[in-house]
C-alpha cells in the first residue's frame, strides 16, 4: 500500500484557478457580483448537491449564516438570484471551464498523485462516452438536436462527451474535459451517432493541446472503433482499448477467422472457481484497405468468464494497438473493462445521486454547458476529497458521499460553523490517496 500526500488549501487555490481561466465578460465597475462569486455560487450548487438554482438561492440569499459560512472560502456580500445567476454564467465559455479541469489535474500531475496507477508504467487511462443531459418537445434552441418522435412530433435534445482519467480497477473516474454534443454554424441535421462522433475529434484534438506530454490509453465504446478515430488517436501517439463487436467490425472479424493460424490463447481459473478465458489475434487490418491505402492494424481479444455450472456470466471483445501477449493478456482485459467506469461513476453519480445534470438549470445560450461544465468540476473536487483519508472518514461517518455534502449543505445554511482548525475537514482539503 501507497500513500500519496498532497496538502495544501483547496478553496483559495480554487478561487485563484477561476480568477486565472474565466473572463469577466461585463463592464467593470457595473456588476453586483464578480465572476468569481457567481462561478462560486454554480459550484456550490452542485458541490451541496442541491436539485436547481432556485432552492440554493432560497437556502443562502440572505442567509446571514450561510454568507459567514461562504465567507470562509470567498470574499461576498450576498448570494445572486437565480436569474442574476443565469444571466452572469450565460457567456462563460465551454474552454474556460476545461481550462479549469486542467488546472486541477496539472496540480495532481505534478503532485504525482496517481503516478503508480499508470498502466504498464506509461499510458494514463481515459474512459470516454456521451450522455443525454437535456431532452423536450417544447424547449429548443439553435444549437439543440433534433430527432422525429414515432408520433411525427420533434424532440429536441442536448448532449455531452466526456473524457474521465480512471485505473484498471474503475475505483474512480475523475472528469478530464469534456465537449458539447450540439449543432454548430456550419452543421445541419445530425444523427447522434455522427455528431457524437464528431465531438470525440474535437475532444481529442482539445486533449491533445491541453496535455500535449501526456500519454493516454483511450478507452470507448464500439462506436469509436472506425478508422478516422482509430487514425486520429494513433497520430497523437497515444494508444487505445476500444470494444469491437462483429455487427460494426465485420472485416476485422472475418480477417480473424480466416486468418485462424495467428490465434492464440490462455485460461485460468480465479480464486472464486470462475474460468477465464482469453483469444486473440495480432495485427489483423481494420477493414478492408485499397491497395494504394496505408491500413490500420490492430489486435483483437476475446475474453469470457464461466461459473462453476458451466454458464457464460460475461463476455466481451476488445481491439488494441497494443502488442497482446500472455503476460498482459489479464491487464488488457482489466482495461477493456474498466472502461464502464464513466457509465457508474460519472454519469450515475450526477443524474442520480445529487448533482441533477439531466435538470434544467437553463437552457440559453451556453447555459446547459455550463452548467454541465460546473457539475464536472464539483465531481472533481469531491471526489478527490474522498481521496483524502479524514475525508473519506467523514463520508464514511455518515453512509455516502451523497448524504455527507446534503448535510453539509444543511449546516452552512443553519449556523455558522466556528474555523478551529480542524473542525470542518473541507475548508482544509488535502489529498491523501491511497493506491490500495
Not at 503508480?116 to 437535456?134: A, H, M, P, W
Not at 480465479?270 to 485499397?290: A, E, T
Not at 445534470?357 to 468540476?377: D, I, K, M, S
Request: hydrophobic letters at 35%; proline letters at 3%; charged letters at 25%.
Amino acid at each position: 500500500m501507497t500513500i500519496f500526500k498532497f496538502a495544501y488549501r483547496m478553496w483559495p487555490n480554487l478561487i485563484r484557478a477561476i480568477t486565472n481561466n474565466i473572463q469577466e465578460h461585463r463592464v467593470k465597475g457595473r456588476c453586483s457580483y464578480t465572476i468569481e462569486q457567481a462561478v462560486f455560487c454554480g459550484l456550490m450548487v452542485f458541490v451541496l448537491r442541491y436539485r436547481s438554482l432556485r432552492s440554493f438561492c432560497f437556502e443562502n440569499k440572505n442567509n446571514p449564516r450561510s454568507l459567514k459560512n461562504f465567507q470562509k472560502w470567498i470574499t461576498i456580500s450576498d448570494v445572486p438570484s437565480d436569474d442574476e445567476l443565469r444571466y452572469i454564467l450565460q457567456c462563460v465559455s465551454t474552454r474556460s471551464l476545461n481550462n479549469l479541469l486542467k488546472e486541477y489535474h496539472q496540480r495532481i500531475e505534478r503532485n504525482k498523485i496517481l503516478y503508480q496507477q499508470k498502466i504498464f508504467g506509461k499510458y494514463e487511462s481515459i474512459s470516454v462516452d456521451g450522455t443525454g443531459q437535456l431532452s423536450s418537445s417544447k424547449l429548443k434552441g439553435e444549437k439543440y438536436l433534433t430527432k422525429k418522435n414515432t408520433t411525427g412530433g420533434t424532440t429536441y435534445y442536448h448532449g455531452q462527451l466526456l473524457a474521465s482519467l480512471t485505473n484498471t480497477s474503475a475505483n474512480y473516474a475523475l472528469p478530464l474535459q469534456f465537449e458539447p454534443i450540439e449543432k454548430n454554424e456550419s452543421s445541419t441535421e445530425y444523427s447522434k451517432n455522427d455528431c457524437e462522433l464528431n465531438a470525440g475529434k474535437r475532444l481529442f484534438e482539445n486533449l491533445k493541446k491541453q496535455f500535449p506530454k501526456r500519454s493516454f490509453l483511450i478507452l470507448a465504446d464500439n462506436l469509436f472503433g472506425v478508422d478516422p478515430i482509430v487514425n486520429q488517436i494513433l497520430n497523437f501517439g497515444w494508444s487505445f482499448v476500444i470494444t469491437a463487436k462483429p455487427e460494426r467490425n465485420k472485416e476485422l472479424f472475418l480477417m480473424y477467422d480466416y486468418i485462424h493460424e495467428k490465434q492464440q490463447n490462455y485460461e485460468y481459473k480465479n480464486s472464486d472457481g470462475v474460468i477465464c478465458k482469453f483469444k486473440w489475434s495480432n495485427k489483423l487490418p481494420l477493414k478492408y484497405y485499397p491497395k494504394n491505402e496505408n491500413e490500420i492494424l490492430v489486435n483483437l481479444l476475446f475474453y469470457e468468464e464461466i461459473n462453476s455450472e458451466g454458464e457464460v456470466i460475461f463476455c466481451s471483445s476488445w481491439m488494441t494497438n497494443l502488442e497482446i501477449t500472455s503476460d498482459n493478456v489479464k491487464k488488457l482485459a482489466q482495461v477493456g473493462r474498466a472502461r464502464f467506469v464513466i457509465e457508474n461513476r460519472n454519469f450515475n453519480e450526477q443524474k442520480k445521486l445529487g448533482f441533477g445534470t439531466e435538470h434544467n438549470f437553463g437552457h440559453r445560450e451556453n447555459l446547459p454547458n455550463v452548467f454541465f461544465g460546473l457539475a464536472q468540476v464539483a465531481q472533481l473536487i469531491t471526489e478527490m476529497f474522498r481521496f483524502w483519508r479524514t475525508g473519506k472518514a467523514e463520508i464514511n461517518k455518515i453512509g455516502s458521499k451523497r448524504r455527507y455534502f446534503e448535510r453539509l449543505a444543511v449546516q452552512i445554511s443553519s449556523y455558522e460553523i466556528l474555523d478551529s482548525g480542524n473542525g470542518f475537514p473541507i475548508f482544509y482539503l488535502k489529498f491523501d490517496f491511497d493506491s490500495a
